[in-house]
């Protein structure tokens, strides 16, 4: 009973969600895979499902069967339209509450903010390449430079060494040899020390100039590390001029050093990149895009079998099994349909805007957003990172990962002219750098003075992104740059 005074109260909110059925969930799955985590799905299905049959190169499907290059069963389920399904699958998810969902191995967010870039969106896991690649967004300015990068970045080893030639990366990618190496020297000053490094003695020296430790007596030890190895105390002595009780510390700091620097951050597999998809370019100007097929098992839904087990003596758990069977049978060759057309037609409309790349090389790249490709293809923005994350285009530049292509910006409070969001960081940075104390610059500050260059950005954001370049907070930094004078 309500005591008096109180007032009971019933509100009724209409609010509109959307429910992710196992079909949505396998859909949405599919258009996250790469090629090779694809064919391993569908070599599991082919285990679990008794009405799926793989087709083999020389046979072709009859009329008891259904290919997964087939339109599926439109009796069975409702794909009566492509426009419908294909809108079904294209969805942002943003009124979605499925705690257990596990759409992939790695979960990853379909939440974008206004500021959103695609090299912060990362997985919960953050791989080597992601964290590398969060800091080549904010580590220049110059696309030409950002865009060998994010090439170099590829063709590290599992180690986290680079044993590629500078040489044969310039023609292949159309640049003078001088922006190879611009970049490589960009990636060797990441997190973590040593990354890029061409052999062990640069790997170390690296680690060494990030602790502020190169000098005469350091240069000297590693164009010697096999005296260090022989344990030569000797005759690294008079190399050095140092006593062998100095020389020994040296030494100790030297074998403290990590001979693999991408160990230091998490164990990394190397992967076999096989290309989703081949760009031909034509004699005639234009281009063809081709779906890679050869590495993808040709599955076939056995209609006769199914009718066989239908109309036998079952039970009822029986007959559902068989029944869901023949659904998800029928569901998993329209995804993989679906996904294939949906990315054909999405790396169409990236190389239309990149097309000056192919022809003339990295200096040519545009910069490109996710919405923009969404614009075109009438899909939206989660879709597209879906779709261009993990999946690979072998071109006559090379292989390159789709989401190579984009680049976000901001926009310029004082016209029209869009800003880089990685400028923004490089300002953001270049302010804490110059900073001298007591006058210490707080994000508030920051938010200020960047508003009077034109960029109009939030204190969250401020924040999140000197956070993204492991800048510590303002109190952090002012007991760092306190004059020792001044300590205690």
Known sequence: MATMGQSQNLNLQQAQSLTLTKELQQAIKLLQLSQMELAQYIETELLQNPLLELIEDNQSPDENHDSSESEGD?????????????????????????????????TKSSHYSDDFDHFQNHFEEESLKDHLLKQLSHGTEDPLIKGIGFYLIDHLSEHGYFHHDLNDIAKDLKVDIEKIEEALTLI??????????????????????????????????????????????KVLEQKTNLKQEKLIEWIEIIQKLNPYPATSFGSIEPQTIIPDLYLILLPTGDFKIELNQENLPKIGLNKNYYQTLKTSVLKTDEKNFVQNAYQNASWLMKAIDQRATTLVRVAEQIVKHQFAFFQHGLSHLKPLILKEIAEITT??????????????????????????????????????????????????????QNEVFPNILADDTLVGLLQKEGITIARRTVTKYRESMNIQSSIVRRQQKRPLTQTG
Not at 74 to 96: C, G, I, R, Y
Not at 189 to 216: M, S, T, V
Request: with cysteine; hydrophobic share 35%.
């Open 188 to 233: 060797q000053h990441f997190d973590p020390p040593g990354i890029g490094a061409r052999n062990l003695a640069e790997c170390l020296r690296l680690q060494l100039d990030d602790q502020g430790l190169i000098n005469e007596t350091s240069l000297i030890l590693l164009d010697n590390l096999p005296l260090i190895a022989q344990k030569n105390l």
């Open 74 to 106: 439109a009796d069975q389920l409702d794909f009566s339209s492509k426009e419908s399904t294909e809108k079904t699958l294209d969805t942002d998810f943003d009124n979605v509450w499925e705690p257990n969902l596990s759409l992939t191995t790695h």
């Open 379 to 432: 899909l939206h923005e989660s879709t597209i990172s879906r779709v261009t994350t993990n999946k690979y285009m072998a071109t006559p530049n090379g292989i390159f990962e789709l989401k190579f292509f984009f680049s976000s910006s901001l926009q310029n409070a004082f016209g029209d002219q869009d800003i880089s969001s990685e400028f923004v960081r490089q300002r953001i940075k270049n302010l804490i």
